[in-house]
């Protein structure tokens, strides 16, 4: 089992000695509810780093939506177990009262890139990530920080973070993993009821058709979402958020595809609010 330390000063004091000796350090940021996408990120910073360190901290900064934050799924003994086979050494999960012990006077605030995407529909929420990952950067100072895929907006904009700000830490992504049927995997699967899961996979399918359609020639991005919308039109009790291809760094919309492009949506099934995106490229990879 990891050793879980909950405060700031003792998880810095815990980080004294391997720091000084030259270890490696890795840090993976998580909200907890653990699934298989966290375990990826997990494997790969176990694979990279001498120690590593998993933050569990559902950060009410984030959520745009009081509900939101009440529903999230918290699920720490099961965390633990998985935190254990991947290889963790220090679970960092702090009380709400220890990363904000009174009121946040201090922000970091990324407008440009947070005025797309899921930015438009979640207000202030790219605010509280960037401003909670630069603080869990600052606590544990890793030399890598691993961060999924799946969420290439928040992903972009630290990134970009870390660039403006000089942060001296390295920005790992790593894939998003998927069920069977393409399913991103997301903690909010779990909120699904089995109707909305069996429908949930339209979204990944949608990317899909995206691709296939680029791939096939078609550059103009009004032609493809036109057809590809067309698609989640067969479920009702599916409501499509967005559907965008934009810029994969400043997360712009674009209205052709030509070069590299990030293909994003956002759906909601009940309460329930699913995104998923695709890479694709005009390019051959070097
Ligand atoms: O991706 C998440 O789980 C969260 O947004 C993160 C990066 C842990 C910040 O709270």
New binding site residues.
Partial sequence: MPEVVTGIAELRERLRQPRRQGDSIGLV????ALHAG?AALLHKARLENRLVVA?I???P??FDRKEDLETYPRTMDQDLLVAGACGVDLIFSPAAAELYPGEQAAFVDLPRLSAHLCGQFRPGHFQ??AT??LK?LNIVQPDRAY??EK?AQ?LAI?RRMVRDLDVPVSIVPVATVREPDGLALS?RNKLLTPAQRRIAPVLSRALSEAVRRMEAGEGSVAAIRHDVLSLFAAYPELRVEYFEIVDPETLAPVEHVNGRVLIAGAIWLGSTRLIDNIAFSTVAPR
């Fill in positions: 940021p998580t909200m907890g966290h933050s901290f559902v950060n900064l984030q509280g990530v909670v990952v869990l961060f999924g969420d928040q630290i903690s």
